[in-house]
């Protein structure tokens, strides 16, 4: 079939002033916009209906796949005569090589994926078009199949790289719920397929075997039944093979997702639970998440299909001899095992604390160890190992003696108690007929099908303790926006106005009493202040809320006359620059530049990288970058090139002081310096920074 014209495609196109409309629509139509939501306005309706919207640009040769996978998405559309339009891709190419796209008319329209490219493609392709056929009749190539062949050949040669336009891609927003994202990660599809294919499997089984089976009780199995028995057996392998693909393609979509909503709540969550429980606490749980993923596609997937196989086996159960007492059995036998699956998932729970405890003592051995042999007294160096591995292995004796017990009773005990409840009816007839043929193929059926739950149970207790052991990180991914902010005044603050108030603060950890109770503070424009006071007394917690990296527990604090929530906290930390004590800050591996002006925009600018370097200097590290191979462009961190204590402390203050806040807190940040340095390098923050704090010990 031929390509579709330009010009037939034209009510398909959107104008260009109705973009949020068919970001709405199409939000709507693809199933990630929020049904109960109503939008208030057009530049806030993709957050209102918990849409996220991300612009991708595309070249002449990646314009294709941009259109089979972007969808659903808004694409922009440039045509030589008209003006610009949009083009509404619900989602990517179906059967048939056909695109859904969505008209403004609400209605779905599949047009060919030839079509479409055409028209993306139909003005940039007009502006070669003189040039490349004037070639082709130099080339005297006559009109045909290989002219065509030539000329987009040409085109292609002459338009690679070109840019093309680009698009807007509509995904759910992180705050969505998790029917969105999976609905926007394509899971839906694969998962309903290979239950659809594993039901259509089982039932061709059944019914071939039934066949068969009944013509060789009444004696009179031909030819034909033979190739229809045949027929059937291969029908049932091509759906198990397509029921098999479907969960590849679902272990892989699963699998994307499962890593990006875990990803997305590491990065939403309060670092300061994580820090609480130390490295060897998130080590344990960095554990507990890479493990959800396989747990989740073998165990749950595995226990999703066998439960089809279990209404398979009930349905032929019903169908034999003594079918209620049977599916009674059968009931039974599912009953039992959900007790199982309870009682495994406490244990399991119980087993995973300790376990995670073991991760903890691991890490804190490991990091201590070169302090313990210098310093502990030799016969207690591995005091307390003993104890937590035999507490370790009394919570996983119950649950390994659960296993076998279960393994018993679903390797082959449910067969005895059901073949026990067939053998009435066997004794009063008298005789073996079909339905007493049918009842113990059901039954045979049903223990395979017990016998393949039994043998995911373990994952899935495993991948639901694991799910909540990660419990924090979902809901963090999934917590809902914050309200719109009000924007930051344009104009500085009056001259001796304050800068930042605070009043009866209190600051504290969740469920510990408060560090500081009762702090008033306030800092006008240019003021240079030292907070001093002894180790604990909450100096450093204290300048973790100023700076808005934190929320107080009570009180009133204000910046420019707004509180955090009015003002809202990038603005705050984009006017409240921090540089935390030396054990919290890090060098990351990458350039110094990089490391001096990750908190100022990155990439950097020329007049930025001449101002990074010209502190550096006045900060006293002139002589590093000279001895530096690369300067401001050397690697440093773990593998790259080493800084000492006090290079590093230097870093971390131009970091704070290249960020161009109203207000720069610096928190021990002359600890490790000789004297000459700490008097240079205050003297350079007081002339850098519009306002300052300095926290020190007395």
């Not at 002449?60 to 659903?72: D, H, K, M, Q, S």
């Not at 440093?636 to 161009?660: C, D, I, T, Y």
Request: net charge positive.
């Amino acid at each position: 079939m031929s390509p579709a014209r330009p010009e037939t495609l034209a009510p398909l196109l959107w104008r260009l002033e109705d973009k949020h409309a068919a970001v709405v629509a199409l939000g709507r139509a693809s199933g990630l916009a929020d049904p109960g939501a109503v939008p208030d306005g057009a530049v806030d309706a993709a957050r209102a209906l918990g849409l996220e919207l991300h612009s991708v640009h595309a070249r002449y040769e990646t314009l294709p796949a941009l259109l089979r996978r972007a969808g659903p998405a808004v694409l922009a559309v440039f045509r030589p005569e008209g003006p610009p339009a949009l083009l509404a891709v619900c989602g990517p190419v179906g059967l048939g090589d056909r695109v859904p796209v969505l008209g403004p008319d609400g209605r779905r329209h599949r047009v060919p994926a030839a079509a479409l490219l055409g028209l993306l493609r139909e003005a940039v392709e007009a502006s070669v078009a003189p040039a490349v056929e004037a070639t082709l009749r130099l080339a005297g190539l006559p009109p045909g199949r290989a002219r065509g062949r030539a000329r987009a050949g040409l085109v292609a040669r002459r338009l690679q790289g070109r840019p093309i336009g680009g698009a807007t891609l509509v995904r759910a927003a992180p705050h969505a719920g998790v029917r969105a994202h999976a609905r926007d990660a394509g899971i839906p599809g694969p998962l309903l397929l290979a239950l659809g294919a594993r039901l259509a499997t089982s039932v061709v089984s059944v019914g071939g075997w039934g066949r068969i089976g009944e013509g060789a009780l009444a004696g009179r199995i031909s030819p034909g039944w033979l190739w229809g028995w045949g027929l059937l057996l291969l029908t049932a392998l091509a759906l198990g093979q397509l029921g098999a693909l479907a969960q590849g393609e679902l272990a892989i979509r699963a699998g994307a997702w499962t890593k990006a909503q875990l990803l997305r709540g590491a990065m939403a969550a309060d670092p300061g639970r994580w820090r609480r429980e130390g490295a060897g606490g998130a080590l344990a749980r960095v554990g507990e998440s890479q493990a959800i993923e396989d747990l989740v596609l073998t165990g749950g997937l595995g226990a999703l299909l066998a439960l089809v196989d279990l209404a398979v086996a009930g349905w032929v159960l019903a169908q034999g001899a003594a079918g209620l007492p049977l599916l009674l059995v059968l009931l039974l036998g599912g009953l039992a095992l959900g007790g199982v699956a309870l009682r495994l998932f406490r244990l399991r729970q119980r087993w995973t604390a300790r376990r995670r405890a073991l991760t903890a003592l691991l890490v804190e051995r490991m990091a201590g160890h070169h302090t313990r042999l210098a310093q502990a007294e030799p016969g207690r160096i591995t005091e307390g190992e003993d104890a937590a591995l035999a507490s370790y292995h009394q919570a996983a004796l119950p649950m390994d003696r659960l296993r076998v017990a279960a393994s018993a009773l679903l390797g082959g005990g449910w067969s005895l108690v059901a073949l026990g409840a067939l053998a009435l009816p066997f004794v009063i007839q008298g005789s073996a007929g079909t339905g007493l043929a049918v009842a113990i193929g059901g039954v045979l059926l049903g223990q395979a099908a017990l016998a393949t739950v039994g043998a995911q149970l373990d994952g899935l207790v495993g991948a639901a303790v694991s799910w909540g052991e990660v419990g924090p990180l979902l809901q963090a991914a999934h917590a809902p926006p914050a309200p719109a902010r009000v924007a930051a005044p344009a104009v500085p603050a009056p001259a001796g106005a304050p800068l930042l108030r605070a009043d009866a603060l209190e600051v504290g950890w969740p469920g510990r009493p408060p560090v500081v109770s009762g702090a008033a503070l306030q800092l006008r424009v240019g003021d240079r202040v030292l907070l001093t006071g002894p180790s604990g007394a909450g100096k450093s917690t204290l300048a973790g809320v100023l700076t808005g990296a934190r929320a107080p527990r009570g009180g009133l604090l204000l910046l420019r006359g707004l509180d955090r929530a009015s003002l809202g906290p990038e603005q705050w930390r984009r006017m409240v620059a921090q540089a935390p004590q030396f054990h919290e800050n890090h060098i990351f591996e990458n350039t110094l530049a990089f490391n001096l002006l990750m908190g100022a925009g990155w990439p950097a600018s020329a007049d930025q990288l001449a101002g990074a370097r010209a502190l550096c200097e006045a900060l006293g590290l002139g002589p590093l970058l000279a001895r530096m191979p690369a300067g401001l462009n050397q690697v440093v961190g773990a593998s790259g090139w080493q800084l000492s204590h006090g290079e590093r402390s230097r870093v971390f203050l131009a970091r704070a002081l290249l960020q161009g806040a109203e207000l720069v807190v610096l928190d021990e940040s002359f600890a490790a310096l000789d004297p000459a340095s700490l008097r240079r390098c205050l003297a350079v923050a007081l002339a850098r920074a519009p306002t300052l704090v300095v926290i020190a010990h007395p």
